[in-house]
């Protein structure tokens, strides 16, 4: 982390990382687009986040008032996941064996895009893609194609901001805060 941080600060990054991160900063929207691999992202697309979202970048600046959660460099944009899943939809719901989807998702969406301050928007799923016949790929082209065209209308999710007064000073949800019936992950959705 250290490391990074200095080359960032220092302009030594490797010119492929600066332009990853050119690219991020001319952005409106990040989308991250890749098949739900061992509950997460593919390793391929972690190597990314982790040489390209550098400490100095996307998080750790600002002095001893580091912006997160809801603030940051990269406030101001938006991000959304594409994301197909072999496995379906029942099985990635509160009772399903592989537990609620928005739980895996939940240290991509909060903990990558969130925590560097981009405004997170719900994810674009896809089920069951194991077995896609040309009319089902045809009718989830044009349902992402609908969802692009409309990325701008689309409330982001609510993820309590840090500074937002509801967490104390040790960054805990401060009681009282939560929205009826929120437990886990879901209490930090307002």
Not at 16 to 36: G, N, S, Y
Not at 54 to 68: D, H, K, L, S, V
Not at 112 to 121: A, T
Request: with cysteine; proline share 7%; charged share 25%.
């Amino acid at each position: 982390m250290l490391a990074s941080g200095e080359a960032y600060r220092d302009g030594t990054l490797s010119p492929d990382i600066r332009a990853e991160q050119e690219k991020i900063l001319w952005a409106d929207t990040v989308l991250l687009h890749f098949p739900l691999w061992w509950f997460s992202m593919p390793a391929i697309l972690k190597g990314w986040v982790d040489r390209v979202l550098t400490c100095g970048f996307a998080y750790g600046a600002g002095g001893t008032a580091i912006p997160r959660y809801g603030a940051g460099v990269l406030a101001g944009r938006r991000a959304m996941l594409v994301v197909s899943i072999g496995g379906k939809e029942p099985s990635y719901s509160d009772r399903g064996i592989n537990g609620p989807v928005e739980d895996l998702l939940f240290p991509i969406q909060h903990g990558i895009l969130y925590y560097p301050g981009m405004d997170v928007l719900p994810p674009f799923l896809v089920h069951g893609t194991i077995r896609v016949d040309s009319d089902r790929f045809d009718g989830i082209a044009d349902d992402l194609r609908a969802r692009i065209s409309s990325l701008e209308k689309l409330e982001p999710i609510r993820y309590r901001p840090q500074g937002g007064g509801d967490y104390d000073r040790r960054l805990r949800l401060a009681d009282g805060r939560e929205s009826p019936g929120a437990n886990g992950f879901g209490l930090h959705v307002a």
